[in-house]
C-alpha cells in the first residue's frame, strides 16, 4: 500500500484503509507509473452481481434550481449507464454464482432533515443512513442496493484523516452488510479536472459505481495489493458511454484501462 500511495498521491496523506476506496484528486502532473503491473484478484468477499442503485441528495440546495435540474440530471445518467456497456464489460469479473449483470435506479430520495453545515464526518454519515434505513426514509437495503449520497455544493466530506477536495473527490465502502458511496459536490480544481461539474459528477460517479459492483467491502472483493481497485489504475481517464462522461476501468482480460 506504500507504493501505491507514493505512485499515486504523494501530495496526501491517507491510512491504508482510506487509499483503498476513495476516487483520488486529479493532478495536472503526468501519472507516474504503476508500482506493478495492474492484476485484480479476487479475494472472495461479496459482489454486486445486479446493483440496486438508489441517489440521496442530502442538504437543502437540492431542492430548488439549480440543484434539483442536477440531481434529475444525475438520475437520468444513472437509469442510462446501468444498462449500458460500462457494466456489460464488468462481466469478465464474475465468479463461480455471482455473475454481474446490468443493474438499476430503483429510486431517489432529497433529503432536507438535518443537513450538514459546513462539513460532515463519514462517522456522521453512517450513522444517518441507517437512521434513514431504519425509519424507512429509505428503501432497506438488499444484497444488491447501493446508496450513492450526494453532498450540498460547498459542504466538505471528511473520512478519516482526509478531506475532500484536499485529498479525494468521492469514497465508497459499507457497514455491514451496507453498501454505501459519497460524493461531495466538485468544487475545486482537483476535483473538477477541468471538467463541467455534471461531467465531473458523472466521471467520479463511474468510477465509485465500478469499484462497489466489483469490490463493495473495500479489499474484500476484486482488487489489487499494489495499485488498488478496478478505477484506482484509470483515475481520471474517460470515454463516453450513453452520451455521459465515464471513466475508463481496469480490465485484467485486456490488460489494460478499457
Same mark, same amino acid.
Given at each position: 500500500m506504500a507504493t501505491k500511495k507514493t505512485a499515486k498521491a504523494q501530495h496526501h496523506s491517507y491510512s491504508a484503509h482510506e487509499y483503498i476506496k476513495?476516487?483520488?484528486l486529479h493532478s495536472p502532473e503526468p501519472a507516474? =507509473? =504503476?508500482?506493478?503491473?495492474p492484476h485484480l484478484v479476487y479475494s472472495g468477499g461479496p459482489l454486486l452481481t445486479s446493483v440496486q442503485v438508489y441517489t440521496i441528495f442530502w442538504g437543502k440546495k437540492w431542492s430548488a434550481e439549480p440543484g434539483a435540474g442536477m440531481a434529475t440530471k444525475l438520475n437520468a445518467f444513472y437509469k442510462a449507464i446501468l444498462g449500458s456497456p460500462l457494466i456489460d464489460q464488468l462481466a469478465e469479473y464474475s465468479v463461480?454464482?455471482?455473475s454481474i449483470t446490468h443493474g438499476s435506479l430503483v429510486g431517489s430520495k432529497v433529503i432536507t432533515a438535518n443537513p450538514p453545515a459546513a462539513s460532515v464526518t463519514d462517522t456522521s454519515i453512517r450513522t444517518q443512513l441507517n437512521a434513514w434505513i431504519s425509519a424507512r426514509t429509505v428503501p432497506a437495503t438488499t444484497a444488491n442496493t447501493l446508496y450513492f449520497i450526494y453532498l450540498d455544493p460547498g459542504i466538505? #466530506?471528511?473520512m478519516g484523516g482526509s478531506k475532500s477536495c484536499? #485529498?479525494?473527490c468521492g469514497y465508497?465502502? =459499507?457497514v455491514g452488510k451496507v453498501y454505501y458511496a459519497v460524493m461531495p459536490y466538485p468544487s475545486c480544481s482537483g476535483c473538477l479536472g477541468?471538467? =463541467?461539474a455534471f461531467d465531473a459528477l458523472t466521471g467520479t460517479s463511474s468510477h465509485e459505481l465500478c469499484e462497489a459492483?466489483?469490490?463493495p467491502v473495500p479489499g474484500g472483493g476484486w482488487y489489487d495489493s499494489q495499485n488498488g481497485e478496478i478505477g484506482d489504475i484509470c483515475a481520471w481517464r474517460f470515454k463516453q458511454v450513453a452520451g455521459y462522461n465515464v471513466q475508463l476501468e481496469w480490465s485484467n482480460a485486456q490488460n489494460q484501462c478499457v
Amino acid at each position: 500500500m506504500a507504493t501505491k500511495k507514493t505512485a499515486k498521491a504523494q501530495h496526501h496523506s491517507y491510512s491504508a484503509h482510506e487509499y483503498i476506496k476513495v476516487v483520488p484528486l486529479h493532478s495536472p502532473e503526468p501519472a507516474l =507509473a =504503476a508500482a506493478a503491473m495492474p492484476h485484480l484478484v479476487y479475494s472472495g468477499g461479496p459482489l454486486l452481481t445486479s446493483v440496486q442503485v438508489y441517489t440521496i441528495f442530502w442538504g437543502k440546495k437540492w431542492s430548488a434550481e439549480p440543484g434539483a435540474g442536477m440531481a434529475t440530471k444525475l438520475n437520468a445518467f444513472y437509469k442510462a449507464i446501468l444498462g449500458s456497456p460500462l457494466i456489460d464489460q464488468l462481466a469478465e469479473y464474475s465468479v463461480p454464482g455471482k455473475s454481474i449483470t446490468h443493474g438499476s435506479l430503483v429510486g431517489s430520495k432529497v433529503i432536507t432533515a438535518n443537513p450538514p453545515a459546513a462539513s460532515v464526518t463519514d462517522t456522521s454519515i453512517r450513522t444517518q443512513l441507517n437512521a434513514w434505513i431504519s425509519a424507512r426514509t429509505v428503501p432497506a437495503t438488499t444484497a444488491n442496493t447501493l446508496y450513492f449520497i450526494y453532498l450540498d455544493p460547498g459542504i466538505v #466530506s471528511i473520512m478519516g484523516g482526509s478531506k475532500s477536495c484536499s #485529498s479525494y473527490c468521492g469514497y465508497h465502502d =459499507a457497514v455491514g452488510k451496507v453498501y454505501y458511496a459519497v460524493m461531495p459536490y466538485p468544487s475545486c480544481s482537483g476535483c473538477l479536472g477541468g471538467l =463541467a461539474a455534471f461531467d465531473a459528477l458523472t466521471g467520479t460517479s463511474s468510477h465509485e459505481l465500478c469499484e462497489a459492483i466489483t469490490d463493495p467491502v473495500p479489499g474484500g472483493g476484486w482488487y489489487d495489493s499494489q495499485n488498488g481497485e478496478i478505477g484506482d489504475i484509470c483515475a481520471w481517464r474517460f470515454k463516453q458511454v450513453a452520451g455521459y462522461n465515464v471513466q475508463l476501468e481496469w480490465s485484467n482480460a485486456q490488460n489494460q484501462c478499457v
